[in-house]
């Protein structure tokens, strides 16, 4: 099997961070400071995710002395509302690494392997901040990762 190495590739998707139900339940959220613990519950994100992915694309937040975040309700619903539904993003991803579906970001690949496909070269290893595996295709019958 041929092993050149190339240093990007661009993976093009959409994402979806808000579905139609959390909308409807943002909808509910008073003028109140909430924790991250009660926004999950209240709207049904993991506290996770809200942390990971909602605040790095905007989610407004505030922080205390010790670090704990603090989301006012009102600000959420408006962030909420005003979210596209679907987006179009483009990541790179260096060599060796695959998008994890679970964590939805781009990660280092932990123990990679590869595969032949018939249409496609198949690279999959175990994503360091989740465990769970992760899965590269490369769509080109002879193309290098
Ligand atoms: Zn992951």
Known sequence: MENKTRSTTLYSGARRLVTGATRSKAKGLLNMLYTTAELSDIL????????????????????????RYWFNGKAVAAWVTAYKHTRDYTIELGEGMALCLHCMEPVKM????????????????????CGKGVTRFNGTRRASW
């Open 44 to 67: 049904g994100v993991t506290r996770r995710a809200l942390i990971d992915q909602w605040i790095s694309e905007g989610l407004p937040y505030t922080q205390d002395a010790k670090r």
């Open 110 to 129: 932990i123990d990679p392997k590869a595969k032949d496909g018939k249409r496609t070269q198949v690279l999959s290893g175990k994503c360091p901040q």
